[in-house]
């Protein structure tokens, strides 16, 4: 994996990770037993893999995870917080490997917040089990449990990308980066 340090990349990778921790804590709806739709908070760790690469993406994905994890992370046990903070968060840089394509951002995006999705119900399934709610089978429950947020937030995302001005900024954006 090859990382892009100059300084430019290290500014625009810092105020991209800082602004998805920011949005992370505008939280548009919680969930009763945590999990949250939030304002927009994958979108700049895809778009720093989108402009810089899915090893940049993922880096920065980490470091933001971890910060999320100091700023009001829920552990129930080591292995947990390493899955649900530094490589759920981390998985989002994998949309970078579709940033060449036709309608890449959309694309990566989406490989992203599945790459999420997976994670996190993996993980709720393995630590999360007993709130299950009684007769629910524990892996639907995470499954489902884990959907209703992402996939919200991830519907209004694309659907936002998807307008032409915003696409052309982005498009943009990318050529200046």
Known sequence: MK???DVKTLCITGLLIALAVFL???????????????????LPLVLIAYYYGPAQGMAAGVCAGLLELILGGFVVHPIQIIMDYPIAYGV???????????HGLVKGYILSILCRFFVASLSGYIFFASYAPEGFNAL???????????????????????LPKIRNVLENLKNQA
């Open 3 to 5: 990382f892009k340090t």
């Open 24 to 42: 992370g804590m505008i939280k548009l709806f919680s969930m009763p037993q945590g999990g949250s739709v939030t304002a927009f908070s994958m």
């Open 92 to 102: 989002l840089g994998v949309g970078g490997l579709l940033r060449n394509q036709n």
């Open 140 to 162: 639907v429950w995470s499954i489902w449990y884990n959907f209703t947020y992402i996939a919200i937030e991830g519907g209004i995302t694309i659907v936002i990308l998807s």
